[in-house]
DNA sequence: CAATAATGTGAACGATCGTTCATAATATAA
DNA sequence: TTATATTATGAACGATCGTTCACATTATTG
């Protein structure tokens, strides 16, 4: 993953794809005492009960998805689904840290790379656009059910929470030091970039219905960032 | 519910609180063939089934929430309970459309008084604000547990969604076109608009932390817009 | 081929759920 | 006071849930 991939959703889609398996390799040996079959079967089998408990879970919520409706939805049975989890609450634990552990390593690989401070800043928010874009079950199923997750998990989300929040910031704070962006208030500036992003998740309906993809909301919210941060004269 | 009592939350509180309470009893005698009791008697507990319900679902998830909870945080039995509702989902048809009727009649009631579309639009922002201010927890509740949501419900919310929607997109666009406001698109503006009135809502704990109250945060959202809409000379 | 290991199955268990209703308790009317 | 109407109770029922495990099936090894 590198500054090239975020030129195109495409590009980007087939270097998050090889950082995914990746990860998943690592979760299936971490979790060996609770996974009772081969790395080689869970990699088969496990990536799909992810999927489909996403899935069911968009619709009808974790709660009220039964082991039965994933052994359906899975064509597995509930022994089977059982070989790969230790409890329903176990899944969500592997599933969330998952895909926390994938999202930072993207931004880890991708750093800082500029020296202007908003090509840094459109380049972090193209980052969380193309990875929601990607991702965006997991990122609505997370976002929608993050009522239903214990302390573990809560504590996973809250750190990576925390990082990216802390990533927006420091970019205004470094333009605004550098006089590059208008002295707005910092807080309310990451906060409003991270709202923008989350609609984009959360309401794919209805910038589907407007025939907006992510490229062109990219550059609307680039517009209003430019119209916003240029400092006045 | 007039533009003065919008100046200043507590004002808006004591309006609503009025509005409200007209809004339950037409609820009460609107719903004479579920509830089984005297008009007065519903008027006592309901209210009080309905805060818990939205309380305990904001903290577990409706879907969780069991009417053995219910019955032990309103201190009613489960047969009292069901004199007031006739299902599970009945409760959430009715506590659903008591607050979308109490929000849509103080908008109807505020209108759109000023004839500078910047005061129309920043009026109609705090009128939002405000309402989800005070009616926090359900708006909370009603944003979280969409999911869950019959058929009637959901035709209910869209439509009162689609309402608010129309109402910002259409003081844009007469801003736009008496060229007070600089020719953004009114889709993504409205978007916006309603993505930083859900942060609000959504992220309570996160505004807290930064003591931001309402009216500072209203502030904030009346510069961005401010200089977003401003047009270009 | 047979023997062993790995993987898959789904009936069964106890717990909890929404909902009902015979009955009790309380308030009102006569 | 007594009689009647209103309101409140919670045990009980059938359904569904997460989870287990004795067993069947399939794949691998020798």
Known sequence: MNIQSLD????FKRDLEV?????????VETNQDIIKVSTKTALKNLPKIFDEAIKIGNTKGFNATSLRDLSQA?????GKIY??????????????????????????QIGLPHKNPMDNLLLAVKAHLYLSQVFRPWFYFAFTESKHLNKKIIALAKESE?????YFRNIIQSG?????FAAVDRN????????LLQDWYLKPWKYAERNIDVD?????IANLLTIYLTPKD
């Open 74 to 78: 899975t064509d597995m049975s509930l």
């Open 216 to 220: 062109s909301y990219f550059k609307e």
């Open 8 to 11: 195109n959703l495409t590009d």
């Open 188 to 195: 309310f500036t990451s906060s409003m970039i991270k709202a």
């Open 19 to 27: 950082l995914e398996e990746k990860q998943f390799l690592l979760l």
């Open 83 to 108: 070989t790969y989890i230790s409890a329903k609450d176990d899944l969500l634990l592997m599933l969330h840290s998952h895909y926390i552990k994938v999202i930072e390593d993207t931004f880890n």
């Open 176 to 180: 605004i030091q550098a006089k590059r």
């Open 162 to 166: 925390l990082k990216s929040d802390l």
